[in-house]
T-cell receptor
Framework: GAVVSQHPSRVICKSGTSVKIECRSL??????MFWYRQFPKQSLMLMAT?????????EQGVEKDKFLINHASLTLSTLTVTSAHPEDSSFYIC????????????????FGPGTRLTVL | GENVEQHPSTLSVQEGDSAVIKCTYS??????FPWYKQELGKRPQLIID?????GEKKDQRIAVTLNKTAKHFSLHITETQPEDSAVYFC?????????FGTGTKLQVIP
């Protein structure tokens, strides 16, 4: 299947700093990318949906100024957690959907491996 | 908005037995229903999916059924093996909007 990478896999930062997480589709062009947050033993919570070249659509309750999303190309989306605080500690997972390359299904989301963020 | 309920939250079966996980959804316009398997600390992996114009789909030991009228769909795993142990998520999708169920932790006892 289609491959999505995510970097870094794990990051520890001090409170008040910003952290950038990258999500890349390696063998297909991702027309849409999604960012999720997952708490231990819980389901995936959609934070935002981004289409290449346009502003992200945030879910209700997600602060767009705190979680900055940039989908600058068809293979790269970034999530920046600004002024991170301990309550932002979580597992962040991106997914991508596209129609070219190995992502032949227009509906299927392919997930990245996730980023474990710990804010001290 | 869409609401997806998933049951049971935990499921233990003996190796070789079958496992069934059920989901219901609320938005009749949802037309794509994927199932994901997530092992601890890893990414969700698509294991099977079904579209709204199909009632059943099978892939080796895994099958999914969809009842559009009742708005529920189920995952069936036959001849379970220890490596089937994981958390399984159902999802209902309409256009770009995907809503996940709360997950089922499946434990296959050798």
């Amino acid at each position: 299947g289609a491959v999505v990478s995510q970097h870094p896999s794990r990051v520890i930062c001090k409170s008040g700093t910003s952290v950038k997480i990258e999500c890349r589709s390696l063998d297909f062009q991702a027309t849409t990318m999604f960012w999720y947050r997952q708490f231990p033993k819980q389901s995936l919570m959609l934070m935002a949906t981004s289409n290449e070249g346009s502003k992200a659509t945030y879910e209700q309750g997600v602060e767009k100024d705190k979680f900055l999303i940039n989908h600058a190309s068809l293979t790269l989306s970034t999530l920046t957690v600004t002024s991170a605080h301990p309550e932002d500690s979580s597992f962040y997972i991106c997914s991508a959907r596209g129609t070219s390359g190995r992502a032949t299904s227009t509906d299927t989301q392919y997930f990245g491996p996730g980023t474990r963020l710990t804010v001290l | 908005g869409e609401n997806v309920e998933q049951h049971p939250s935990t499921l233990s079966v003996q190796e070789g037995d079958s496992a069934v996980i059920k989901c219901t959804y609320s938005d009749s316009a949802s037309n794509y229903f994927p199932w994901y398997k997530q092992e601890l600390g890893k990414r969700p992996q698509l294991i099977i999916d079904i579209r709204s114009n199909v009632g059943e789909k099978k892939d080796q030991r895994i099958a999914v059924t969809l009842n559009k009228t009742a708005k529920h769909f189920s995952l069936h795993i036959t001849e379970t093996q220890p490596e089937d142990s994981a958390v399984y998520f159902c999802a209902a999708q309409r256009y770009q909007k995907v809503t996940f169920g709360t997950g089922t932790k499946l434990q296959v006892i050798p």
